[in-house]
């Protein structure tokens, strides 16, 4: 599908915004970063916002990305041949334009089933996957569905060129009993922290604490083409369990690893500048994650945006 005659690119213009980021990164880098909005739906006992997730692209031929710095939580999930993908969870603010877009995987079936029905925008799926999609509690949002919802930036090569208009897609109608994520005043203990390394077989994340988690990938710093370096207010490192896939995701056989977010394990939680050592936990499918420390004492995130990086225990 190509640009309509009113329709820019989203990365039309793409070498300005590139500069731009750039130029942004040493101002950052000099001043100090700007503190991270509060996007928080609440704290304990609030109810979860109705949601719309974005499924994005995240291998090096995708970035830089659109949309993504206005994302009320991230989480960053390992698929097929060590890469990652992302999905972008949004709440407050929609952005214009969010991508690019990838596929569904089986991994969302089961993580998303705690924001209630939220809205999936992704570009396809395995057909087998088909089923299960139809019968999760969500609402598809594929090129499928709201085709004029979607646009593809030709200056890009498939199928690293597909992006969303968040405006176009419905409307998310039902969130959950409770926020998926507890938001508040950090408990007593952890310990200092201003830099953390997340690795994935083929994804090297790198975190920088300055008034917000500033995260490189592979040695660049993560920048979304319409608000610039990418921040979090809190990052969680969630050590998960994981499964192989039922079904074929790519062209070469290759099946993607299915991640298991319900149970309970090993996490990191980084905020304020300090690493908590705690425990996730999550009885079934439609109760959110909690984060606890050793003593179970319950371990808020930091008001404000949030990544949740899904890494193989």
Not at 233 to 244: C, D, E, G, L, M
Request: aromatic fraction near 6%; charged fraction near 15%; glycine fraction near 10%.
């Amino acid at each position: 599908m190509g640009l309509g005659p009113c329709e820019v690119s989203p990365v039309g213009a793409r070498w300005f915004s590139a500069v731009c980021a750039v130029l942004l990164v040493v101002a950052v880098s000099a001043c100090g970063a700007e503190p991270v909005a509060e996007t928080a739906p609440g704290a304990s006992g609030a109810a979860q916002p109705a949601a719309l997730v974005v499924k994005v692209d995240n291998a090096a031929a995708a970035r830089p990305h659109t949309g993504i710095g206005s994302a009320d939580v991230v989480y960053v999930e390992p698929v097929e041949g060590g890469l990652t993908r992302l999905a972008a969870v949004y709440w407050n603010a929609l952005p214009e334009v969010v991508g690019p877009v990838r596929s569904a995987r089986e991994t969302d079936v089961e993580l998303l089933a705690q924001y209630g029905t939220p809205v999936l925008a992704f570009s396809g799926s395995a057909p087998e996957l088909v089923p299960l999609l139809d019968e999760a509690r969500l609402t598809k949002a594929s090129p499928q569905d709201v085709g004029d919802a979607y646009v593809r930036d030709e200056s890009k090569r498939a199928p690293h060129n597909l992006y969303v208009h968040p405006p176009r897609l419905p409307k998310p109608e039902t969130g959950a009993g409770a926020t998926v994520l507890q938001y508040g005043p950090a408990p007593p203990g952890g310990r200092p922290a201003t830099n953390w390394s997340v690795t994935f077989q083929r994804a090297a994340f790198d975190l920088s604490w300055s008034a917000g988690w500033a995260i490189s990938l592979d040695g660049t710093p993560l920048v979304s083409t319409d608000s610039g370096p990418v921040q979090a207010a809190s990052v969680v490192v969630q050590r998960v369990p994981t499964r192989t896939g039922r079904f074929v995701e790519d062209a070469s056989g290759t099946v993607s690893p299915v991640v298991v977010t319900i149970g309970s394990g090993a996490a990191v939680v980084l905020r304020d500048g300090v690493a908590f050592d705690a425990t996730w936990s999550r009885p079934t499918a439609a109760d959110p994650t909690r984060f606890t420390t050793a003593d179970g004492t319950e371990l808020p995130l930091a008001p404000g945006r949030a990544w949740v990086f899904l890494v193989p225990a």
